[in-house]
Nanobody, 125 residues
Framework: QVQLVESGGGLVQAGGSLRLSCAASGRTFSSYSMGWFRQTPGKEREFVAAISWSGLNTYYADSVKGRFTISRDNAKNTVYLQMNSLKPEDTAVYYC??????????????????WGQGTQVTVSS
């Protein structure tokens, strides 16, 4: 059974930085692309960033491009999301997810089979 555990969330002032981590277990981490999504109350979960299994290809939502960086360490079975220049509108629960493969679109929630429990990020103005 795949297990994904996020950490690193918290409260930060606008303009600050946080780094989220997602530790994976249960199957060959290095074979799967990974993604980060976020959700605020009353809204749909939205795509934030994704990274291919090799780490060579990355994808970002327009709203975070230039501020967030996704990376992975396959030796540690961990994916990261470095978030800089945070804004109050970045406040959300952040989830990591493991992609199902087979060329499913990287930005769509339905392309991911396994999800973590989420970590809260709050950005104060």
């Amino acid at each position: 059974q795949v297990q994904l555990v996020e950490s690193g969330g918290g409260l930060v002032q606008a303009g600050g930085s946080l780094r989220l981590s997602c530790a994976a277990s249960g199957r060959t981490f290095s074979s799967y692309s990974m993604g980060w999504f976020r959700q605020t109350p009353g809204k749909e979960r939205e795509f934030v960033a994704a990274i291919s299994w090799s780490g060579l290809n990355t994808y970002y939502a327009d709203s975070v491009k230039g501020r967030f960086t996704i990376s992975r360490d396959n030796a540690k079975n961990t994916v990261y999301l470095q978030m800089n220049s945070l804004k109050p509108e970045d406040t959300a629960v952040y989830y990591c997810a493991e992609h199902r493969g087979f060329r499913a679109p990287m930005t769509q929630e339905t392309s991911y089979d396994y999800w973590g429990q989420g970590t809260q990020v709050t950005v104060s103005s």
